[in-house]
């Protein structure tokens, strides 16, 4: 439980941490809060031979309300997120997701932008920024992109993040009138990571389902949306009868769900099931309220 041997520089400017990364490439990485970064380097899965810390970059830290947007810096902490009422009003699933995210004590170091960039398939905040339709930004040596939340997550522990760019912010659309947003899960009783989690986003108006969007984590190696289920609530009544038809088609286009010691991958696909269903009463419900 002894990291290997690293050099360690504590970043005065994002430039700075840019400049770094580019000169040392996959032998160096960033910390922000480090519960993430940490851990595997213990575990010596991951061997740095630089860390560059983030973590007093304040402006990396922010919640702001831009257009119709809103923008959260990389460095907010998940107990930022979860408690505020911007982000509980007009981004939900995010604030939803970061108030289950771990214990206290993670909440209050982790950082939104290290556990998104860390990438780990049993993480929260993927399924909400892949319902809510997120955009990822990062910087590089050649400036800023966006990446749009359904291109980012290209597999376990693994991003569309350049070696030389940092995330350094999310920006979610805000919710739509009529809109209700729910994310559950079941979590590892040790860990709090979701064996499953499921982020619903519905849209009713006259009694009817006319958008939705359903994403998992925990199911497969990657987080992602279900066309399948959203496909089968479009269009019906908001009851409960049909969110149960639907929820029931979770998973399908799984060909290989995660299987391990916490969880089957058949239980998983059960479990998909069974949140889809739960959650997507709960964005109904808040949405007819």
Not at 36 to 63: A, C
């Amino acid at each position: 439980m002894i990291p290997a041997p690293f050099d360690y520089v504590q970043a005065r400017s994002l430039e700075e941490a840019i400049a770094l990364l580019q000169r040392h490439g996959e032998e160096a990485k960033l910390l922000a809060g480090g519960h993430s970064l940490i851990p595997m380097m213990k575990l010596r899965l991951v061997r740095p031979s630089l860390l560059v810390d983030i973590g007093g970059l304040e402006e990396l830290r922010y919640i702001r309300e831009e257009g119709e947007e809103v923008a959260i810096g990389a460095l907010a902490l998940h107990s930022d997120v979860a408690r505020s009422p911007l982000v509980r009003e007009k981004a939900p699933l995010l604030a939803q997701a970061a108030s289950v995210i771990g214990d206290v004590q993670v909440r209050n170091r982790g950082t939104i932008g290290g556990s998104l960039a860390h990438a780990d398939p049993a993480a929260d905040y993927p399924a909400a920024v892949l319902a809510s339709e997120a955009t990822l930004v990062a910087q590089g040596p050649g400036g800023r992109r966006a990446i749009p939340a359904r291109e980012y997550f290209l597999g376990p522990f693994t991003t569309a993040l350049e070696p030389e760019e940092v995330l350094v912010e999310v920006r979610v659309p805000a919710l739509a009138p009529g809109t209700g947003a729910a994310y559950l899960k079941f979590p590892h009783p040790a860990s709090g990571f979701a064996v499953v989690g499921c982020a619903a986003l519905v849209t009713v108006r006259g009694g009817e389902v006319t958008g939705a969007r359903v994403a998992f984590t925990g199911v497969a190696g990657s987080p992602f949306r279900d066309d399948g289920v959203e496909g089968a609530v479009v269009g019906r009544p908001a009851e409960a009868e049909a969110m149960a038809e639907a929820a029931a088609l979770a998973a399908q286009a799984v060909d290989y769900p995660l299987s391990d010691v916490f969880a089957s991958g058949r239980y998983r696909v059960h479990l998909a099931k069974v949140f889809a269903r739960r959650a997507l009463a709960e964005a109904v419900a808040t949405a007819a309220s």
